[in-house]
């Protein structure tokens, strides 16, 4: 158990709806990322969130938004589904504290996963 | 731009045995971290060992080390006594930049499925 968790486990949903995915980070952790797996895009990068606020961006929709909540868990919300968005959506989080950003070694601890199925 | 790639998507070992699995690495940022991670078929993504540009020496984890030629930009990871839950997807993954440059974010191979047999 990674300390990380994420609900809903499972997620199926018909084209054109909205969903949100939620994640709370480990105990202390401030950065939450989130990342995509799917058959033909393999795992991506989407979105990373440090302590509420936004740090950088990867292949993330326009469709798809995030936030991290002053709690630190952290929301991925994705509207107007399509079938291609079906995929196994992880969030990670790392880094306990400010002066852990300056060690190399970041490890990130991956949650177990929503598995989001467009119907 | 940065770029990983695990060239064999399947790979067999038998029980007991060591196995290789390949990642090749492309950047240009002298500070780089690279990571393995294993994904059995529950779907979770289980962090293995990591090896800082940086390092003098191989990363080691048990059974897992990383035999690392930053020359040739390869990190690959070698498995010993392979056992039958070592089955599983395993992915390389980068992410550049140390310190304060360092988002965190990472770059991912395409996996190599690893079938372990009895």
């Known amino acids: 158990d990674s300390g990380v968790t994420q609900t809903p486990k499972h997620l199926i949903t018909a084209t054109g709806q909205r969903v949100t995915l939620r994640c709370s980070p480990r105990?202390?952790?401030?950065?939450v990322y989130w990342y995509q797996q799917s058959l033909d895009q393999g795992l991506q990068f989407l979105i990373q969130?440090?302590?509420?606020?936004?740090?950088a961006k990867g292949n993330i929709l326009e469709r798809f938004s995030a936030q991290q909540f002053p709690d630190l868990h952290s929301e991925l919300n994705l509207s107007s589904l399509e079938l291609g968005d079906s995929a196994l959506y992880f969030c990670?989080?790392?880094?306990?504290?400010?002066?852990?950003?300056?060690?190399?070694?970041?490890?990130?601890?991956f949650g177990p996963g929503t598995r989001l199925t467009v119907l | 731009a940065q770029k990983i790639t695990q060239t064999q998507p399947g790979m067999f070992v038998q029980e007991k045995e060591a196995v290789t699995l390949d990642c090749t690495y492309d950047?240009?940022?002298?500070?780089?971290?690279l990571f393995w991670y294993k994904q059995p078929s529950s779907g979770e993504m289980i962090f293995l060992i990591y090896?800082?540009?940086?390092?003098?020496q191989n990363a080691t984890e048990g059974r897992y080390s990383l035999n690392f030629q930053k020359a040739r930009k390869s990190a690959n990871l070698v498995i010993s006594a392979s056992q039958l839950g070592d089955s599983a997807m395993y992915f390389c993954?980068?992410?550049?930049?140390?310190?304060?440059?360092?988002?965190?974010?990472?770059?991912f191979g395409q996996g190599t499925t690893l079938q372990v047999k009895p």
């Open positions: 990670a989080s790392s880094a306990p504290d400010a002066a852990e950003q300056v060690r190399d070694y970041n490890e990130q601890f």
């Open positions: 105990s202390g952790d401030l950065s």
């Open positions: 969130y440090y302590n509420g606020e936004e740090r």
């Open positions: 950047t240009s940022d002298p500070s780089y971290g």
């Open positions: 090896q800082g540009s940086y390092d003098q």
């Open positions: 993954a980068m992410r550049e930049g140390l310190g304060s440059s360092n988002t965190g974010k990472l770059i």
